[in-house]
């Protein structure tokens, strides 16, 4: 059973920074691209960053140069590293790794919700 936890999240200041990691475990091919999402109250879930199983990397336009995602594949864990946190990345903040080649799959974890308040 593969299970997909993400751990990190919690009250920050504006301007703070917060790390969230992703650990996978279970019985997986490993070779998978990996996904941060948030939702926040009212609004559709959008996609944060993405990894590629090769290391190939993009983001959204509201957090370049702010959040950087990385992974580490001996640990079988991803992380997002949030830098100059504002108000508007507060959210429930979602973890997906997805493989299209075969074997397909397509694993969510449940969210660490993350607030930016003063």
């Known amino acids: 059973q593969v299970q997909v936890v993400e751990s990190g999240g919690g009250l920050v200041q504006p301007g703070g920074s917060l790390r969230l990691s992703c650990a996978v475990s279970?019985?997986?091919?490993?070779?998978?691209?990996m996904g941060w999402y948030r939702q926040a109250p009212g609004k559709q879930r959008e996609l944060v960053a993405r990894i590629t199983s090769g290391g190939s990397t993009n983001y959204a336009d509201s957090v370049k140069g702010r959040f950087t995602i990385s992974r580490d594949s001996a640990k079988n864990t991803g992380y997002l590293q949030m830098n100059g946190l504002k108000p508007g990345d507060t959210a429930v903040y979602y973890c997906n790794i997805w493989r299209i080649a075969s074997p397909p799959y397509n694993y969510w974890g449940r969210g660490t919700q993350v607030t930016v308040s003063s």
């Open positions: 279970g019985s997986i091919f490993r070779a998978y691209d």
